[in-house]
């Protein structure tokens, strides 16, 4: 069985500050990780995703996270924060090659920018 | 781009009523996602189907049944609503087969509120 843990429902930062939103992922194969974004009254849209290859992925917006499986991580971060990151940020994980097709999400972390 | 549309963004129902979500995705996907969404819990999956007539419970499928007669569309129907069924509901839409990422197409959300 799959699980995703969210350390922080919410976070604030002020603008320009480096954001860092925490993500661990427990998984009996290697999995296939993304973050995903939801901004007021919206459906989730992507930010990046990890599948195999280079560890350290790059995304919209600045963002990138980076896979690390020795501590079965996959945290989001972004240099400077700025006020249109104000949103809710979903990490998910599915195992691939599976009957299951669908993700597991974390609980969120609710991002606020202060000015 | 991937489209994944849902019938109503805002729905208020009565207790015992009959209520029918519907999601249409335009990217020929095979595999189609309902999930509901409730704050400090992320996104649980409800139902999903893998294609046309196919179905299998997600881990919160009571209260709730689907029906999928065509690729494109995926209704979620609450039999007899109650009040515990108010929440958010997202719709999700994926490209099935080995070497795809598992990526999730989501839609806008419908907000149901059950009086």
């Known amino acids: 069985a799959q699980s995703v843990t969210q350390l922080g429902s919410h976070v604030s930062v002020s603008e320009g500050a480096l954001v860092l939103l925490r993500c661990n992922y427990s998984s009996s194969v290697p999995p296939y990780l993304f973050w995903y974004v939801q901004y007021p009254n919206q459906g989730l849209q992507l930010l990046l995703k990890?599948?195999?290859?280079?560890?350290l992925v790059k995304g919209i917006n600045g963002f990138e996270a980076e896979f690390k499986k020795s501590e079965t991580s996959f945290h989001l971060t972004k240099p400077s924060a700025h006020m249109s990151d104000a949103a809710e940020y979903f990490c998910?994980?599915?195992?691939?090659?599976?009957?299951?097709?669908?993700?597991?999400f974390g609980s969120g972390t609710r991002l606020q920018v202060q000015p | 781009d991937v489209k994944v549309t849902q019938s109503s963004r805002y729905l208020v129902k009565r207790t015992g009523e009959k209520v029918f979500l519907e999601c249409v995705q335009d990217?020929?996907?095979?595999?189609m996602f309902w999930y509901r969404q409730d704050p400090g819990l992320g996104l649980r999956l409800i139902y999903f189907?893998?294609?046309?007539?196919?179905?299998e419970k997600g881990d919160i499928p009571e209260g709730y049944s689907v029906s999928r007669e065509k690729k494109e569309r995926f209704s979620l129907i609450l039999e007899s609503a109650s009040t515990n069924q108010t929440s958010m509901y997202l719709c999700?839409?994926?490209?099935?087969?080995?070497?795809?990422?598992?990526?999730?197409?989501f839609g806008p959300g419908t907000r149901l509120t059950v009086l």
């Open positions: 189907s893998y294609d046309v007539k196919m179905k």
């Open positions: 998910a994980v599915s195992e691939p090659y599976t009957g299951r097709r669908a993700l597991t």
């Open positions: 999700a839409s994926r490209l099935s087969g080995r070497g795809t990422s598992n990526e999730q197409f």
């Open positions: 990890y599948t195999t290859g280079a560890t």
């Open positions: 990217m020929d996907h095979e595999n």
